[in-house]
């Protein structure tokens, strides 16, 4: 029945979050309602002919797993578990467009080969190949705590002793269209976007790799314990504070104990319900945090919380970009983080400081 | 051996039946559902056989009696109709009166109408509620309120391989007790993005397809759903459950070394083996039947077929692939041969693998070809997928 450690991250997002220590280079970009990431020097990593090839998703997976291995000091992994919302779009529609436009003629194989929702995971194990475990799961908001849930079963019957676990989504331009036609993206009459307190519906979309090395055991790079996880299909707002309750109570915690929350804020003024109804209430006494009007709001955006509730506990600091409060503390011991998105797909992370680390 | 977790109910839709007795009848009449496409207008249309259901997506929404502005995909409907019939065949009344789960898998997702759609959705705003089924977790959610689960709900995405994967995670959280029930499986739809993506790397048949032999092919694609109820053995115990069957054994590994092609000796699918082997604590001679993945594509079976000499050595069990009856349903082909081990286990019968002619050149194995009473304690059954996904599940009986 082993804990698990956050040991390492590597973080690529629409802030530079690839080369500093953690928020120091982040600006608020109010002008553009889809934020792409900023890209590392892949070339660093990825072979140039593979550069080429790889969609923006499996170039920034790889990049941000070999940070997350290289910061726990790890060659190789017992198992790599990826969450997708949307999968390899680029390569999904490059297909899709050609068999549409060519009227299913002239077509390669690559951009398929390189569709499936797997391929993050696939092309991080054939890099360095990890015959481990490899699942990916496609569960909208709670792609990437799907794969906590399971690398947290993973450890708690000692079937691993290390997990590679991120999240990744990537934007592309023809399905970006769609979610503005669809109402899911603010219009651009809105300029500059405000993404808290929430003014309209839609969102300021995003994209991103956030990934983590879990390891059972705690060393001189822990960040945090993360001490439980949550997923929840359908939760009526009226039931969320009794939910968050029960969660805390099966992991030695109550709400008192806690000295920072982390809310999915996403600039959509009716997800928002669901976040103030927390904020407002059972949560108002404590420090709260925010981070979808840094990295976007998609899918696996909660990865890119989780790293922030990470760094929080490692570094002690909360930037004042990423707060929603006022409410400060002398230590940021327990962190609570709570996502979901349209009412469906809610989730409860939990992070704790590891007390040889302090 | 590990008894495993408890299988108690099933449910399939797939192009040889409409219920798992439907299938079972195909199975041990020589059925096959391989035929010419009738739903998506392809190009391709003459070159190509499928394993598709028969049942127009009109007549599908009136089976599930759905509104006329519901925004289903094809691949939701299906996995809804066969989600209901595992939780009837469980006698399942009452949903949340356990803590119940969903974990389904899809590869398309919603690809279906996404690819109907593409363009016209500038033009025609009615259409526009088929924007958000395009991801793979929304077939999930159509399907968790139809059973009306509200707790644990997640899809695994790993290409061919996915609902031996959701099986596997299902299993694993019971055995965690983080479940008391959960229903497991997968469903794809038939698309002209999978038919053109496997039309380009060359590997569909224009004929029916020949699992392990020497002239084979390629495979035929198939459209199915099917889910199974797995419970804890207190909701065994405490509700007088007739149990069908178990989930005795599972094990995951990645090939790790192409991202479509299997290694040439198949190091991925032998590891998958060996692992399940190991959770169910079971050797060799205990495995009676391989369900094989078996696609019929030169370079599965090749690969496959070397994984199960490695493991079994010159005294490999009886094996056959039951793609030529379903065509190859993606990412719900792990769960319609899950149901098939389970009608193996209990009717105490091996499936032909059809169309066979030819051995393969590359070693002496010879696949069962034709129906085969024997009594049947394990069943092996092998799903591998692009990106080196690779899963074993061993199915076990109930006594």
Same mark, same amino acid.
């Given at each position: 029945?082993?804990?698990?450690?956050?040991?390492?991250?590597?973080?690529?997002?629409?802030?530079?979050?690839?080369?500093?220590?953690?928020?120091?280079?982040?600006?608020?970009?109010?002008?553009?309602?889809?934020?792409?990431?900023?890209?590392?020097?892949?070339?660093?990593?990825?072979?140039?002919?593979?550069?080429?090839?790889?969609?923006?998703?499996?170039?920034?997976?790889?990049?941000?797993?070999?940070?997350?291995?290289?910061?726990?000091?790890?060659?190789?992994?017992?198992?790599?578990?990826?969450?997708?919302?949307?999968?390899?779009?680029?390569?999904?529609?490059?297909?899709?467009?050609?068999?549409?436009?060519?009227?299913?003629?002239?077509?390669?194989?690559?951009?398929?080969?390189?569709?499936?929702?797997?391929?993050?995971?696939?092309?991080?194990?054939?890099?360095?190949?990890?015959?481990?475990?490899?699942?990916?799961?496609?569960?909208?908001?709670?792609?990437?705590?799907?794969?906590?849930?399971?690398?947290?079963?993973?450890?708690?019957?000692?079937?691993?002793?290390?997990?590679?676990?991120?999240?990744?989504?990537?934007?592309?331009?023809?399905?970006?269209?769609?979610?503005?036609?669809?109402?899911?993206?603010?219009?651009?009459?809105?300029?500059?976007?405000?993404?808290?307190?929430?003014?309209?519906?839609?969102?300021?979309?995003?994209?991103?790799?956030?990934?983590?090395?879990?390891?059972?055991?705690?060393?001189?790079?822990?960040?945090?314990?993360?001490?439980?996880?949550?997923?929840?299909?359908?939760?009526?707002?009226?039931?969320?504070?009794?939910?968050?309750?029960?969660?805390?109570?099966?992991?030695?915690?109550?709400?008192?104990?806690?000295?920072?929350?982390?809310?999915?804020?996403?600039?959509?003024?009716?997800?928002?319900?669901?976040?103030?109804?927390? !904020?407002?209430?059972?949560?108002?006494?404590? &420090?709260? $945090?925010? +981070?979808? /009007?840094?990295? =976007?709001?998609? #899918?696996?955006?909660?990865?890119?919380?989780?790293?922030?509730?990470?760094?929080?506990?490692?570094?002690?600091?909360?930037?004042?970009?990423?707060?929603?409060? !006022?409410?400060?503390?002398?230590?940021?011991? &327990?962190? $609570?983080? +709570?996502? /979901?998105?349209? =009412?469906?797909? #809610?989730?409860?992370?939990?992070?704790?400081?590891?007390?040889?680390?302090? | 051996?590990?008894?495993?977790?408890?299988?108690?109910?099933?449910?399939?839709?797939?192009?040889?039946?409409?219920?798992?007795?439907?299938?079972?009848?195909?199975?041990?009449?020589?059925?096959?559902?391989?035929?010419?496409?009738?739903?998506?207008?392809?190009?391709?249309?003459?070159?190509?056989?499928?394993?598709?259901?028969?049942?127009?997506?009109?007549?599908?929404?009136?089976?599930?009696?759905?509104?006329?502005?519901?925004?289903?995909?094809?691949?939701?409907?299906?996995?809804?109709?066969?989600?209901?019939?595992?939780?009837?065949?469980?006698?399942?009344?009452?949903?949340?009166?356990?803590?119940?789960?969903?974990?389904?898998?899809?590869?398309?997702?919603?690809?279906?109408?996404?690819?109907?759609?593409?363009?016209?959705?500038?033009?025609?705003?009615?259409?526009?509620?088929?924007?958000?089924?395009?991801?793979?977790?929304?077939?999930?959610?159509?399907?968790?309120?139809?059973?009306?689960?509200?707790?644990?709900?997640?899809?695994?995405?790993?290409?061919?391989?996915?609902?031996?994967?959701?099986?596997?995670?299902?299993?694993?959280?019971?055995?965690?007790?983080?479940?008391?029930?959960?229903?497991?499986?997968?469903?794809?739809?038939?698309?002209?993005?999978?038919?053109?993506?496997?039309?380009?790397?060359?590997?569909?048949?224009?004929?029916?397809?020949?699992?392990?032999?020497?002239?084979?092919?390629?495979?035929?694609?198939?459209?199915?759903?099917?889910?199974?109820?797995?419970?804890?053995?207190?909701?065994?115990?405490?509700?007088?459950?007739?149990?069908?069957?178990?989930?005795?054994?599972?094990?995951?590994?990645?090939?790790?070394?192409?991202?479509?092609?299997?290694?040439?000796?198949?190091?991925?699918?032998?590891?998958?083996?060996?692992?399940?082997?190991?959770?169910?604590?079971?050797?060799?001679?205990?495995?009676?039947?391989?369900?094989?993945?078996?696609?019929?594509?030169?370079?599965?079976?090749?690969?496959?077929?070397?994984?199960?000499?490695?493991?079994?050595?010159?005294?490999?069990?009886?094996?056959?692939?039951?793609?030529?009856?379903?065509?190859?349903?993606?990412?719900?082909?792990?769960?319609?041969?899950?149901?098939?081990?389970?009608?193996?286990?209990?009717?105490?019968?091996?499936?032909?693998?059809?169309?066979?002619?030819?051995?393969?050149?590359?070693?002496?194995?010879?696949?069962?070809?034709?129906?085969?009473?024997?009594?049947?304690?394990?069943?092996?059954?092998?799903?591998?997928?692009?990106?080196?996904?690779?899963?074993?599940?061993?199915?076990?009986?109930?006594?």
């Amino acid at each position: 029945m082993s804990k698990c450690y956050i040991n390492g991250t590597g973080c690529i997002s629409a802030q530079r979050t690839f080369d500093t220590v953690f928020l120091e280079a982040a600006e608020v970009n109010n002008q553009e309602n889809v934020l792409t990431i900023k890209d590392p020097v892949y070339k660093n990593y990825i072979s140039p002919g593979a550069i080429r090839r790889m969609g923006k998703g499996v170039k920034a997976g790889i990049v941000a797993s070999s940070q997350a291995m290289q910061e726990a000091g790890l060659e190789n992994v017992d198992a790599i578990i990826t969450g997708t919302g949307m999968g390899c779009m680029e390569d999904s529609e490059k297909f899709l467009k050609a068999i549409i436009d060519n009227n299913e003629s002239f077509l390669t194989p690559t951009s398929f080969i390189q569709s499936t929702h797997n391929t993050v995971g696939a092309q991080i194990a054939l890099g360095l190949k990890c015959t481990g475990y490899n699942f990916t799961y496609v569960q909208n908001a709670v792609s990437f705590e799907s794969s906590l849930l399971d690398a947290s079963l993973q450890f708690a019957s000692d079937e691993i002793e290390n997990v590679l676990v991120g999240g990744i989504d990537e934007t592309v331009e023809y399905t970006m269209s769609l979610f503005k036609l669809a109402g899911y993206i603010k219009t651009e009459s809105e300029k500059p976007y405000q993404i808290f307190p929430a003014k309209s519906k839609g969102v300021v979309y995003g994209e991103g790799a956030t990934f983590f090395l879990l390891e059972n055991k705690i060393t001189s790079s822990t960040y945090a314990e993360l001490a439980g996880v949550e997923i929840i299909n359908k939760l009526p707002i009226e039931e969320a504070e009794q939910k968050l309750n029960q969660f805390l109570a099966e992991n030695n915690c109550r709400i008192s104990d806690l000295d920072a929350v982390v809310l999915g804020y996403n600039g959509d003024i009716d997800d928002e319900i669901y976040f103030k109804n927390l !904020a407002e209430n059972c949560l108002k006494n404590i &420090t709260q $945090l925010y +981070y979808k /009007h840094l990295s =976007g709001a998609y #899918h696996t955006a909660s990865a890119f919380g989780l790293w922030i509730g990470a760094k929080i506990i490692h570094t002690q600091e909360i930037p004042a970009i990423v707060r929603a409060n !006022a409410i400060a503390k002398d230590q940021y011991n &327990t962190i $609570l983080l +709570y996502n /979901h998105h349209k =009412g469906r797909d #809610h989730s409860f992370t939990l992070l704790k400081r590891c007390q040889s680390t302090t | 051996m590990n008894q495993g977790v408890a299988i108690t109910g099933m449910g399939i839709i797939s192009a040889i039946g409409n219920t798992v007795e439907e299938n079972f009848t195909a199975l041990t009449n020589n059925k096959v559902g391989i035929s010419t496409i009738d739903n998506i207008v392809t190009i391709h249309s003459d070159s190509i056989k499928v394993g598709e259901i028969k049942k127009t997506n009109e007549a599908l929404v009136a089976e599930l009696g759905l509104p006329a502005d519901n925004n289903f995909s094809r691949t939701a409907m299906l996995g809804a109709i066969a989600a209901k019939q595992a939780v009837k065949n469980a006698g399942i009344t009452d949903i949340n009166e356990y803590k119940t789960g969903l974990i389904s898998s899809t590869s398309v997702g919603g690809m279906d109408m996404t690819e109907r759609y593409y363009y016209e959705y500038f033009k025609n705003s009615s259409i526009l509620k088929y924007v958000e089924s395009h991801d793979g977790g929304d077939s999930s959610q159509k399907i968790a309120d139809t059973l009306g689960i509200t707790g644990i709900v997640s899809t695994i995405s790993t290409a061919c391989s996915s609902a031996a994967n959701a099986i596997m995670l299902g299993a694993r959280l019971i055995k965690a007790g983080k479940l008391d029930r959960v229903i497991v499986g997968g469903t794809d739809a038939l698309a002209k993005f999978t038919i053109n993506g496997f039309k380009t790397l060359m590997i569909l048949s224009d004929t029916d397809n020949t699992p392990f032999d020497n002239e084979r092919k390629g495979l035929n694609l198939g459209e199915a759903a099917a889910y199974l109820v797995l419970e804890s053995d207190e909701v065994v115990r405490k509700e007088g459950k007739k149990v069908l069957a178990y989930v005795s054994g599972y094990g995951n590994a990645n090939d790790a070394y192409h991202q479509t092609a299997s290694s040439e000796n198949g190091d991925g699918a032998f590891l998958a083996m060996q692992k399940a082997m190991k959770v169910a604590g079971l050797g060799v001679d205990d495995i009676d039947y391989i369900n094989a993945h078996g696609t019929a594509t030169p370079n599965n079976d090749l690969s496959e077929g070397r994984a199960i000499i490695r493991m079994f050595g010159n005294k490999a069990p009886d094996f056959s692939s039951t793609k030529p009856f379903t065509g190859h349903t993606l990412a719900a082909a792990a769960a319609i041969e899950a149901v098939y081990s389970v009608l193996s286990l209990q009717n105490n019968v091996i499936f032909p693998n059809l169309n066979f002619k030819t051995p393969m050149s590359e070693f002496d194995l010879l696949p069962q070809t034709s129906l085969k009473h024997k009594p049947i304690q394990h069943v092996l059954s092998n799903s591998f997928g692009f990106g080196g996904n690779c899963s074993t599940l061993i199915f076990s009986k109930s006594e």
